[in-house]
């Protein structure tokens, strides 16, 4: 008997179990209906529908960067070594591709590094893996509409508790402990009526790269994301870190170019990030393109560069995962120090924030870092922001800019913020 879970996804039977020494992971068909997957290609959205699904958490043991691999592996999409070319729609398997979401907690568990602070929806799984194939979509009737309200949202630390661990991470900067740590405050709605609606509104917000949605059984993300935080075509690897803020206009973008402690701080993540490339790239290959360019988001003026290199021989996607999660610009320099403290720091857990979301076949991989990111599960919407601390910050500063960075997607999800076209 079918069963349809919240927000209309059709849940069926389970279908697959893995193991690989772990609690038993299940996968099983999903909604049968159109998706818009961040970095997913456009070009067969109304001909995709989903074959199969990877859940995990890390109370289940193991490691999902393996468990993803094998998964993938074992329903058509080889990524076991991703310097060879792009096979499109996979030589007429009929798979077309899939989703992939990696937590950020999920990550430092792939760093060897702490996550002890609570999730404030532990609904949300920290690995998902959905593989889709071309065929007519089942969509489900839609329910009856109901009225969307978003309630007040109430924040998990103070402003003044902000700028309390803003000045510890400079403390820990003054001890020699890190050079820079990315700080993330959380905040919560209550909401009722269906989610989906709101959380798909953030991909048409201008510059988000990674504009989409992913649902689950009593859960959904929606990102915003401009961010890449990996991606791979035919052996190059590229990353796009993004640091530094202002807002968007005239004076703040010249105010942005010209903030010695803006640049710093971008530096030094790029250097985090070649040193992150290079350990899964050819020896000699890795590159930095248009140093310090500045992009719009929304409302606001952001920097970004390009980091590039060429794919070690044999470069399969677990280690890539490896190597490049959790993204070196929302956890800092150097990374594992930062991710310590970001454990004793942070009140709770990052959710659906600061981890990798998009897509991938054999030969490509696109994800981008999950900044700019809303959650939903049965009761609450929750959404996720911060910044980089170095020496020169100012805490007040900081607590501005986390703000500025939250106030479009909340404005968004609440149905009266402004959507364009994309960037």
Known sequence: MR???????????????????AAALTAYPGP??????????????????????????????G??????????????LPLHDLTRPARPHHQGSGVCGAALYLSAAAGAHLAGAP?????????????????????????????????????????????????????AVRAAIARGDVYQ????????????????????????????????????????IGCASPETLIEVTDGQLITRPIKGTRPATAAGRAELLASAKERAEHIMIVD?????????????????????????????????????AAAADGLGLADLLRATCPGGSVTGAPKHA????????EPVGRGASMGALGWVTPGHVDLGLTIRTAAADADLLHTWAGGGITWDS??????????????????????HGRTHDRR
């Open 272 to 308: 985090l990030e070649r040193n992150d490339l290079a350990r899964i790239a050819r020896t000699g290959t890795v590159t930095v393109d248009d140093l310090f360019a500045v992009r719009r988001w929304c409302d606001l003026w952001q920097a970004e560069s390009t980091v590039r």
């Open 115 to 167: 996550t002890t602070a609570g999730e404030p929806a532990p609904t949300l799984p920290d690995l998902t893996v959905v593989v889709y194939h071309h065929g007519p979509t089942r969509p489900t009737p839609p329910a009856a509409p109901t009225p969307w309200w978003l309630g007040p949202w109430t924040d998990s630390w103070t402003p003044r508790e902000h700028a309390d661990a803003v000045d």
């Open 394 to 415: 100012d805490a007040h500063a900081e607590v501005a800019e986390a703000a500025a960075k939250t106030a479009p997607i909340r404005a968004t999800l609440a149905g």
């Open 3 to 21: 069963k349809v879970g919240p927000y209309g996804v059709e849940t069926l039977p389970q279908v697959y179990t893995a193991g690989s020494g």
């Open 181 to 220: 740590t990315n700080l993330v405050g959380h905040a919560a709605a209550r909401y009722t009526g269906d989610p989906l609606p709101a959380l798909s509104r953030l991909g048409a917000l201008p510059g988000a790269r990674y504009g989409g949605v992913l649902t689950g059984d009593g859960w959904a």
């Open 338 to 345: 930062a991710l310590t403290q970001i454990t004793a720091l």
């Open 32 to 61: 049968a209906a159109s998706v818009d997957v961040p970095a997913a290609p456009t070009a067969c959205r109304d001909s995709r529908t989903e074959r199969a699904r990877l859940q995990w958490h890390r109370r289940d043991g």
């Open 63 to 76: 490691d999902p960067a393996a468990l993803a691999e094998e998964f993938l592996a074992a329903h058509g």
